[in-house]
């Protein structure tokens, strides 16, 4: 009980939570507070959404910020692709609402937490806006990454190209599908290929921050220390607020 009672004081003093009405509590356990009603479509089930977030932990520590990144999360509503907590949550808004849940484990990540961010049994914390809502697109990223396997990278550069310019509409083209196809392929060991690919997100997307710090985590695990601080530092020039470039930086120059 002293433990529940101590988040509490916490929830109050890190969010400004004062008004016990304020928070609406569901079945599940999932609990929001609506900062902002906007006026926008509703959230539907098998619908592409877009959503800015920055999450929390009960401490007040950011553990991750689209915003930081400056490119909304897509994902399709009811799919399973994101936790429990946004599925619920998100599928409540409309366009332009801005909320706050507040997420127990059981519906984030439980007792193994998630890698050395989220501790194992952590109630989480998220000011969510819906950004858009709208029919699916094809992820480019699947397509992609079979033609890297079947012929090679450069095949899969020019089928990108050759589809964003005769097929916009038919599949998804955003910052996150190559950097997601990047990190895909480092994982698999195919690391010259990953930089090859974020390197076309960079060409495609120049002024975003976040191209430039995946492309220098590409760098720092195929081994080319310069190369990743001189794309960590490109990254913070553009947002002179990403920790993360910062603290890799410092890393590196050791």
Not at 40 to 50: T, Y
Not at 106 to 114: N, P, Q, S, T, W
Not at 150 to 179: C, H, R
């Amino acid at each position: 009980m002293k433990k529940l009672f101590i988040l509490a004081i916490l929830f109050s003093a890190v969010f400004n939570i004062s008004k016990a009405q304020d928070t609406v509590t569901t079945d599940s356990g999932l609990k929001y507070i609506i900062l902002e009603k906007g006026n926008g479509a509703a959230a539907q089930k098998d619908k592409a959404v877009e959503v800015h977030y920055t999450g929390y932990l009960p401490d007040g520590k950011i553990f991750d910020s689209s915003r930081e990144r400056g490119e909304p999360i897509e994902f399709v509503l009811g799919e399973n692709q994101v936790i429990k907590g946004w599925e619920e949550g998100i599928a409540l808004m409309s366009i332009g609402d801005k909320y706050r849940l507040i997420i127990p484990s059981e519906l984030a990540y439980g007792k193994k937490g998630a890698g050395n961010i989220i501790p194992p049994d952590a109630t989480l914390i998220f000011d969510v806006e819906l950004m858009s809502v709208s029919d699916p697109k094809q992820p480019i990223t699947d397509l992609l990454l079979q033609t890297i396997i079947q012929k090679d990278v450069n095949a899969a550069i020019s089928q990108y190209k050759e589809l964003k310019a005769g097929s916009p509409d038919t599949y998804n083209f955003k910052e996150s599908q190559l950097n997601t196809l990047g990190y895909q392929l480092l994982q698999i060991g195919k690391n010259k290929e990953a930089i090859e690919i974020l390197k076309l997100n960079v060409e495609v997307y120049p002024n975003s921050a976040n191209v430039y710090d995946s492309m220098g985590e590409a760098y720092m695990i195929d081994g080319n220390k310069e190369l990743a601080i001189e794309n960590y530092k490109k990254s913070l020039e553009i947002n002179p607020s990403n920790a993360n470039a910062s603290e890799m930086i410092q890393k590196l120059q050791k």
